[in-house]
């Protein structure tokens, strides 16, 4: 079934999704992008329309029989039946028919979705109180909120949390699955077509539950090699006088390091918040909440908890000065 | 108001009204007011709390709460509307209608009856007085943009409340300590009522009334019963593991003290699945009580409906891993637990076309109840297809924790649940009462309620779907989620106007209704045929039962053929009846209030204050009297003479 036609009766089923027909919205569950968002769809459209069909029965039924059963008002008493064993018998048999027919794809998929290990590109992702984090170990990079893939090829996320239950949940390449502390849980993903797409932490995890996003950027094989070339190279060392260089003083100094990594700046952070060695490579800061735009990162730093609520780092009651020497810095570290 | 001196071992005064004739009373009626009420109470206070979250919903990065706040207004609305609102309904309606469905003139443990809801009443005074007392915090090392208000400083982990996120580290305060003593309190009110229904079903059925010929309420009540006594007992081990997790320092869920996280999750959903049920088989009960009688038929396949529920009730314990399916539990607990959910859906089928069939070829008259009672089964049809697509495990990936599955447990809850306790409600208003309710409010209370029901929840599906997380207290703007967000607000003040209606009518009908026949509706069960509103003793002589439907059958002759005539002595009978329970040869005894049930409440009302204050003095202190005061309530209970004027 292709996905016109797919949509088509998806939007008939609901009646809601009509409001969306011809236009993708970047967390959009019937708007697949990868083989196993394709697959889930593909298992779920069929049982959408089934259940649909019954709905559609069902509820047609009820209205038939208000209708025609209603009280005429005349005194005829109605035949009182108390059941019919044939009947019941068939209620109860077609149901599970259809259920064992949606069964078996079911644990097919089930089980397909969830053998590992894959053979894809290992990405490790941390989940921290509010945002996640990711590592490449075969590149030797540790990025934090956008999580950057080849496309066409295969990733096999290997997830642990830090603090509490989170759950990792990018709707137009995978289903979710939760990361926990003390264990380890997988998702394979993959995105076939390049662009951006959006995550959300489906796991209550606290205040900044609702900021902590996800982005994935899906590029392609030559834009990826040139992107971990660009991660593995040293953090920009910004030119003695410039704003920048002020920047990195007051990082070095206003307590930034006890969290913030830097490569070959701030080596011994305890990594409790995104590295920044590459932020300037990255769109969105704080959860994926926030642009890494001039007004959003004055904003930011100039309040963090007011912009990400519960956020851990505190306001540093920084003049506008030195925001506008810390951005510049910031900005530097491409 | 005239207190009576009474003699006996330890000399009450035992008043026959006001307010301390309420606290004393072992009356099953008018516990059951007391429990519907406070239901009600809550019901109000947790629509309120909706109307809040979708006001912040309304928009896209609104600003109208903080999220501190609105952590705490989901949590608290859920919690609420489980364990405040749907529960203690359901058990008003089983408390005041078993004895009457039975044949029975009291419930098997009146006092106990009493204990269950004064526990209850407890667990909802510490739960809520987290508003006043308890204090939130942000997780160490993190910082809130604001400090707390009021508003916020109520239990803020989800009505599930999974570690760690609801450990120490990371909820600091005791805003989760009020929830969970409040909840683990509230919760032995449940397990005592369960024990005192059961006994009550099993033992005080009229003579002539095997179990095959109770009306389906009280199946439904002995599921929801067993339910109960079985789930109630898991759910307080994961309350006292996270207890002890944060006040001692224990680490049953903490991976980095060797526990683990996931076992709160599968204990807390073996509670919650079941607990589901608990919700909605009562309203299944109601549903299938008033189905027939405004059809005019008998119940379509009573046994099959019956077994249904049976069957319901057992797989309600092998399915609570499928709130799980994200959580990483492997493919075969998956695939499993996939499969058990999916049959769950057979003996709900079975159910839904029951229904249907009863009023297929019947006489349907359109009454508020009826029109609730067919609402629950056209709404409650669209909740259970889309727990089917739950059921498709790969889909509930998607599914899971978005507005999707909001939009399908209230499908099950409110057009479910509670359409069904509206139904009810109307049903049972005349009997409750003596008088009856304006019909004509009471329709446009239900089309009001049916469509704001839909606005608000209808649209869900497409959110979820659409990525909209559950519990965030902001979305983005221009990703396809600003307008059924806006709908759904506007259907939610349509829902709560719908509710206004309710009460206009409920409190007017209640003084200024017409006077209520014995049986209004012409109703098939034995709860009609005794005067409305019953007398204190129910029957001034217990019915014997000779068929289902026994009532039904003292009005009306039927063939083999199925055609039914109306005894010409019907009206006569039904006269006779009402003189025979009005006015009863032998007054019959009835067990003496107690005021040792609301002190056994007090006391342990006292006892969980001590422990959430057990650190200080006064919380020693608290527990000291808790203890004693339990063991002293208890004790003169158990020597408390039956009847005081014997």
């Known amino acids: 079934m292709n996905r016109p036609i797919r949509r088509a009766l998806l939007a008939a089923l609901f009646a809601l999704l009509l409001a969306a027909c011809g236009q993708v919205t970047p967390m959009d569950s019937f708007a697949p992008a990868g083989p196993e968002a394709h697959r889930i769809l593909n298992l779920s459209t069929p049982v959408f329309i089934i259940a649909g069909v019954i709905f559609l029965l069902v509820e047609a039924a009820i209205v038939f029989a208000v209708w025609k059963f209603r009280d005429r008002g005349d005194d005829l008493e109605p035949t009182q039946i108390h059941g019919n064993t044939r009947l019941e018998l068939l209620w109860t048999i077609i149901p599970a028919l259809i259920l064992a027919g949606v069964a078996i794809p079911t644990v097919k998929a089930v089980i397909d979705l969830t053998t590992r290990p894959g053979d894809g590109m290992e990405v490790k992702v941390t989940g921290h109180q509010w945002w996640f984090e990711f590592q490449y170990p075969n590149h030797d990079i540790t990025t934090a909120n956008v999580l950057v893939i080849p496309v066409g090829t295969p990733v096999d996320l290997e997830m642990t949390s830090a603090d509490v239950v989170h759950s990792f949940w990018v709707p137009r390449l995978a289903g979710k699955r939760d990361v926990i502390p003390g264990q380890t849980t997988y998702l394979k993903l993959q995105a076939d077509e390049i662009g951006e797409y959006w995550g959300q932490c489906a796991e209550f995890c606290g205040l900044g539950h609702a900021n902590m996003r996800i982005r994935v950027q899906v590029v392609s094989q030559e834009d990826f090699d040139a992107w971990v070339a660009d991660q593995r190279q040293p953090a920009v060392e910004p030119a003695n006088g410039t704003p920048a260089a002020a920047g990195k003083d007051l990082f070095l100094n206003k307590g930034c390091t006890s969290c913030h990594v830097i490569d070959g700046v701030s080596d011994t952070a305890q990594a409790a918040a995104p590295n920044l060695t590459h932020i300037a490579s990255r769109d969105v800061i704080a959860g994926a909440s926030l642009n890494f735009t001039e007004d959003d990162l004055k904003a930011w730093l100039a309040n963090p908890p007011a912009m990400k609520p519960g956020s851990y780092m505190p306001n540093l009651h920084l003049s506008s000065d030195d925001i506008d020497s810390l951005i510049a810095y910031l900005e530097a570290l491409k | ?646």
Not at chain 2, 595 to 617: E, I, K, N, V
């Open chain 2, 1 to 646: 108001m005239t207190p009576i001196a009474t003699g006996g071992v330890l000399r009450r005064r035992i008043p026959a009204t006001g307010f301390w004739s309420w606290v004393t009373t072992v009356d099953h009626k008018r516990i059951a007011k007391l429990y519907g009420y406070t239901g009600f109470i809550f019901f109000i206070v947790g629509g309120l709390e909706a109307l809040l979250i979708r006001l912040q919903l309304a928009r896209p990065e609104n600003a109208f709460i903080t999220p501190a706040e609105y952590n705490s207004l989901f949590t608290m609305h859920g919690t609420t509307m489980i364990f405040l609102v749907v529960m203690p309904l359901a058990a008003a309606f089983m408390n005041y209608l078993l004895p009457l469905m039975l044949g029975a003139r009291d419930v098997a443990f009146p006092r106990l009856n009493a204990l269950g809801y004064w526990f209850f009443l407890g667990g909802g005074i510490v739960l809520y007085s987290s508003y006043i007392l308890a204090t939130a915090g942000a997780p160490a090392g993190g910082f809130l943009p604001e400090t707390i208000s009021r508003l916020g400083s109520a239990a803020n982990g989800g009505w599930f409340m999974y570690p760690p996120n609801s450990g120490a580290q990371f909820s600091p305060g005791s805003v989760i300590d009020f929830w969970l003593v409040g909840i683990a309190l509230a919760g032995v009110g449940s397990l005592v009522s369960s024990v005192n229904l059961l006994t009550t079903i099993f033992n005080l059925r009229a003579p002539g009334m095997s179990l095959m010929k109770m009306p389906v309420f009280a199946w439904m009540s002995m599921v929801v019963n067993f339910l109960l006594l079985f789930s109630i007992p898991i759910i307080t081990v994961a309350i006292f593991m996270l207890i002890f997790d944060r006040q001692f320092g224990t680490a049953f869920f903490e991976a980095s003290g060797g526990g683990d996280p996931v076992l709160y999750q599968h204990l807390f959903w073996l509670f919650g699945h079941p607990e589901v049920y608990i919700l909605i088989l009562p309203a299944m009960g109601i549903v299938s009580e008033v189905l027939p009688v405004f059809s005019r038929k008998p119940l379509f396949g009573y046994a099959a409906v019956v077994f249904a529920g049976i069957a319901i009730g057992f797989l309600g314990f092998g399915v609570w891993a499928h709130h799980m399916f994200a959580s990483g539990i492997g493919p075969i607990t998956q695939a499993a637990f996939g499969l058990s959910t999916m049959t769950i859906a057979i003996p709900t089928g079975v159910k839904v076309f029951n229904w249907i069939a009863t009023m297929w070829g019947g006489k349907l008259r359109f009454t508020a109840p009826m029109l609730f009672a067919i609402g629950f089964v056209a709404m409650f049809t669209i909740g259970g297809l889309s727990g089917v697509t739950h059921s498709i495990v790969p889909a509930d990936w998607q599914q899971t924790d978005t507005y999707y599955v909001v939009a399908h447990f209230h499908y099950v809850l409110f057009g479910g649940s509670m359409f069904g306790i509206f139904a009810g409600l109307y049903y049972w208003f005349p009997k409750l009462t003596g008088r009856m309710y304006r019909e004509r409010l009471a329709k446009y209370h239900f089309w009001l309620m049916f469509i704001g029901f839909n606005m608000t929840f209808g649209p869900m599906h497409y959110l979820g779907l659409m990525g909209m997380a559950r519990r965030t207290y902001t979305y983005p703007a221009g990703i396809g989620l600003e307008f059924w967000n806006m709908i759904s607000t506007i259907g939610a003040f349509l829902i709560a106007s719908s509710v206004l209606l309710f009460m206009a009518n409920w409190i007017n009908s209640r003084r200024r209704g017409a006077p209520a026949p014995i049986d209004p509706w012409d109703a098939r069960t034995l709860e009609w045929s005794i005067p409305s509103p019953p007398p204190e003793y129910n029957f001034g002589e217990v019915p014997t039962v000779r068929s289902l439907d026994d009532f039904w059958h003292q009005k009306y002759d039927e063939d083999d053929l199925g055609r039914v005539t109306r005894r010409p002595d019907a009206d006569a009978h039904i006269a006779e009846l009402t003189e025979k329970h009005l006015h009863p040869e032998h007054r019959p005894h009835l067990p003496s209030p107690s005021a040792f049930p609301p002190l056994a409440g007090l006391s342990a009302l006292g006892f969980a204050f001590g422990l959430l204050y057990h650190a200080t003095p006064v919380g020693l202190g608290l527990i000291a009297l808790g203890v004693v005061g339990l063991f002293a309530s208890f004790l003169s209970w158990a020597r408390e003479p039956l009847e005081e004027n014997a």
